[in-house]
């Protein structure tokens, strides 16, 4: 069967700011309390959709969620206005209102795990929003998530969705962000490869810093959901020493595509045998892997945490060459420059790399892979998705103009009291929905 990779990126929400929520994410703790622009935020988003969509990839567009969510504040025992709501909670409790001000659902690499059809029983694509339940900013992501995937990819025959895997410790689950596929063509059945970072009842090593979001049983509970067989997967613990060097999700160390493994030489715990599990599975479906490790002695962990080498995302022109499209602050590191320079000249398995300015993203920790979620869809199945979010240059100029009409240009924490936010955020939602024709994707409960 054939099938094409399409990549959905998120929208950077009205609200993007650094209020260094995010323990274990260094440049989200690095950054707290400095100046954000949600505006160039949002520009610079959309402006990797569209010359990634130029290029002839499949590009499609997710919306940022209601922020601050007034839902969520009320949930917490605020009441009154939704005005009054915030500023009470701006006097009182200042780290709930920065939680419901968060726009983290922009990093749709967490918004879900996506299997494709090749690889499901009932040959349809499957789909678990993740609970995201390490932060408390994040797992208020999962209910509008469902509902925007719903949205998006209409239609029980081609799609099937889950409930977001129960928030207890041990189900922590991060979606995509710790999910790659293999296969030798994206329309063939594939291998999916699950990583976490510790195992509640399996016991083993655990990082000892900072939180692993994600556990073994999360993993294997959504692998079990999808339906993904012994032959179909493969679990793999990332080393525990790099999850307290700040890598707190697997694509920040790690990408994969088809038959590529683009990764750090300290990955995963016990990676050669890692690699031969893969290997051997990958060659039962046709395919042999290829490993690009990147060795210590070329990119510290430290370099690859800054720079966010990994956090990169692999795709396959139409000609068949493989392009690594990495952030501006890959060329910025002397060393990940040379490496990369090195890495094309060698004419290995990577053939262009491509850079962008995400500056404002990258931040808060959310590089080019973080900012887009994967999904293999046949030619039937890319007929059913909601035809509004693919990028061309008609929804490109739409959004540009809704972004420059509705974004302001400067954020700091102290804005976050300012209630009028909510309003404006609202209305541009609003206009975004008829946009994209969402339907009733967002609970707005209005309270004036
Ligand atoms: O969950 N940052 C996000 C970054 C997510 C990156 N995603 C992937 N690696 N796929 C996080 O840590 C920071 C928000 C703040 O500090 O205000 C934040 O949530």
Request: aromatic fraction near 8%; charge should be negative.
């Amino acid at each position: 069967m054939s099938a094409r990779e399409a990549n959905f990126d998120g929208l950077v929400g009205l609200t993007h700011n650094y209020s260094g929520l995010s323990f274990g994410n260094v440049a989200s703790q690095n950054n707290a309390a400095s100046v954000a622009n949600p505006r160039a935020a949002a520009r610079q988003g959309l402006r990797k959709m569209k010359a990634l969509a130029d290029l002839g990839f499949l590009q499609g567009v997710l919306p940022p969620q209601e922020r601050p969510s007034a839902r969520f504040l009320r949930a917490q025992g605020f009441t009154g206005t939704d005005h009054e709501m915030i500023m009470r909670a701006a006097k009182e409790a200042p780290a709930i209102l920065a939680a419901a001000s968060s726009a983290s659902s922009m990093w749709v690499a967490n918004a879900a795990t996506v299997s494709p059809s090749a690889d499901t029983p009932d040959g349809r694509v499957h789909f678990t929003p993740a609970s995201l339940s390490s932060k408390l900013h994040r797992a208020i992501e999962a209910p509008t998530t469902g509902r925007v995937l719903r949205a998006v990819f209409a239609g029980d025959s081609h799609f099937a969705f889950h409930e977001p895997l129960i928030g207890a410790p041990a189900m922590g689950d991060e979606g995509a962000a710790n999910h790659t596929r293999f296969c030798s063509d994206y329309g063939e059945a594939g291998v999916e490869f699950f990583v976490y970072g510790r195992s509640e009842f399996g016991g083993g090593v655990a990082p000892q810093r900072y939180p692993a979001r994600q556990t073994l049983e999360a993993s294997a509970a959504i692998a079990r959901l999808h339906g993904l067989g012994e032959n179909a997967t493969v679990f793999a613990q990332q080393h525990p020493d790099v999850i307290d060097a700040g890598v707190f999700h697997n694509d920040v160390i790690a990408v994969g595509n088809r038959d590529l493994l683009f990764c750090h030489q300290n990955a995963f715990l016990n990676q050669p045998a890692v690699y031969e599990e893969i290997r051997a599975k990958l060659a039962a479906r046709g395919a042999q892997l290829r490993v690009v490790e990147v060795p210590v002695a070329a990119v510290p962990v430290e370099d690859a945490v800054s720079s966010y080498l990994f956090n990169s995302q692999l795709l396959t022109r139409a000609d068949g060459k493989t392009v690594l499209v990495v952030p501006q602050e890959c060329r910025d590191n002397p060393r990940v420059s040379a490496y990369l320079d090195q890495l094309t000249a060698s004419r290995g398995p990577i053939d262009e790399v491509l850079v962008f300015d995400l500056r404002e993203s990258m931040r808060n920790g959310g590089g080019p892979a973080c900012l887009r979620l994967r999904v293999v869809l046949s030619d039937a199945e890319q007929a059913a998705v909601n035809p509004q979010v693919w990028i061309n240059d008609a929804r490109f100029a739409q959004l540009d103009s809704w972004i420059e009409r509705h974004y302001r240009d400067r954020l700091v924490d102290a804005d976050l009291a300012d209630p009028s936010l909510l309003d404006e955020c609202r209305t541009a939602l609003d206009e975004l929905t008829r946009i994209l024709a969402l339907g009733s994707v967002y609970d707005f409960q209005l309270v004036n």
